[in-house]
């Protein structure tokens, strides 16, 4: 019933899990038909091309001498066609133009915080306007986490509470290490599958620039790379690393492309809910807001029918618990084969005995000249001409006359 729905007498189909997951999986493959995740570097690269453009514009008009002109554009023609070599080199630029240097700043900031968002998804409000003191802080919190896991990794029990009172305010809901490093590992599975689901090209351009983003603060790009391997090494970041096939056209940010790993990966998790429902209690573990996000309100309602069916046929004396799964009870089976009887009795005609047509020769009906060779459990109604006449043919003349 689960797994396939139910259609109920006077009412329309409450769909079952298959339904379910057939539309998350129709869902999942319309979003890989839809984006092309390589645009997510293209949109980087036309951002950089513009602040490139305001600032080639703003010494044209700010420097009038040719020379001096010349001199300032130098360094700009000499910028490498890569988004992470255009990074790296700008960011050690002086720029002419205001304008230019805040849409460059502005485009770092974002990209910083796209960056470590997968692994900090607790601080959105504070990674929204980074100061060096915000980094400061972020390195300081980087240091303790990485502590307390190499503590973990040595068999060690780390002081959790002492690193919530400190930090806690970052990581809203997480009650222990355990919590922590589950949201930790499914957030850099995120920026693991997006970097496997880019071509081997983008994927190389993808890591060095998320290389130059912090080449400022070698330190925290450090503890950062220390955290990734410990998530790596307890398993965690493997557990939510998927490849995904995309094949569409539209174009993606780098926000929205992380957005869709988070989306895809939401997706992986309630098909795996689904997959493994085998009792009401099963069901009521799946969150119809999750649903809802995922695949619409009428998707959320069905599950809420089906939640409800099961309440129902339990209470009614269907349906009993057996350890952690449901079984039919004796009342529901004689409930079921009713409705089976009912069912075929409903498709025959009301007639007179025999009226029909029959491939088949058997004892009912009214009697012919018609002969038959008996069987076993006929009427012995026996042709007496005809039995003899056959036991002639078969042995022969002469007496005694064998029947058999």
Do not use: C
């Not at 306007?129 to 919190?141: C, V």
């Not at 190499?150 to 305010?169: C, T």
């Not at 330190?219 to 998927?242: I, N, P």
């Not at 005809?386 to 036991?391: G, P, Q, R, V, W």
């Amino acid at each position: 019933m689960f797994q396939r729905g139910l259609q109920t007498p006077h009412g329309p189909q409450i769909p079952g899990l298959q339904n379910l997951m057939d539309r998350l999986r129709k869902r999942r493959q319309e979003q890989l038909d839809r984006y092309d995740l390589g645009s997510a570097l293209e949109d980087i690269k036309k951002k950089l091309d513009e602040v490139i453009r305001t600032e080639r514009a703003g010494i044209e008009r700010q420097v009038p001498d040719a020379g001096e002109r010349a001199k300032k554009l130098e360094p700009l023609d000499q910028l490498p066609p890569d988004p992470a070599g255009r990074i790296k080199q700008l960011q050690d630029y002086n720029f002419t133009d205001p304008e230019a240097e805040r849409l460059f700043q502005e485009l770092m900031q974002q990209l910083q915080q796209q960056m470590l968002q997968p692994f900090m998804q607790g601080m959105k409000q504070s990674l929204q306007n980074m100061s060096a003191d915000d980094l400061r802080r972020m390195r300081e919190m980087m240091r303790d986490l990485n502590q307390m896991l190499r503590q973990r990794a040595e068999g060690d029990e780390p002081d959790f509470d002492a690193f919530k009172q400190k930090w806690g305010q970052n990581f809203p809901g997480v009650e222990s290490l355990d919590e922590l490093l589950e949201q930790l590992g499914r957030q850099a599975g995120q920026l693991q599958s997006l970097l496997d689901s880019m071509s081997p090209g983008q994927r190389r351009q993808l890591q060095e620039m998320m290389s130059s983003l912090f080449m400022k603060d070698e330190r925290l790009e450090a503890e950062m790379a220390q955290l990734a391997m410990h998530l790596d090494q307890l398993g965690l970041t493997e557990e939510f690393r998927r490849r995904y096939d995309f094949r569409g056209d539209d174009d993606v940010t780098m926000r929205e492309a992380m957005k869709l790993m988070d989306e895809l990966q939401q997706m992986e998790e309630l098909e795996r809910q689904l997959r493994r429902v085998q009792s009401p209690d099963d069901l009521d573990k799946i969150d119809p807001i999750d649903v809802e996000k995922l695949l619409g309100e009428e998707s959320a309602k069905d599950l809420e029918r089906l939640k409800e069916l099961a309440k129902k046929l339990e209470e009614a004396g269907y349906l009993e618990r057996k350890g952690d799964r449901l079984e039919l009870t004796a009342r529901a089976i004689r409930k079921l084969g009713d409705k089976a009887l009912k069912d075929i009795f409903a498709t025959l005609k009301r007639d007179r005995f025999g009226r029909h047509n029959i491939e088949r020769r058997g004892a009912g009906g009214d009697p012919t000249d018609e002969a038959k060779r008996y069987e076993f459990g006929d009427p012995f109604l026996l042709d007496l001409k005809k039995t003899l006449m056959n036991a002639v043919e078969r042995n022969g003349a002469g007496t005694p006359v064998r029947l058999s």
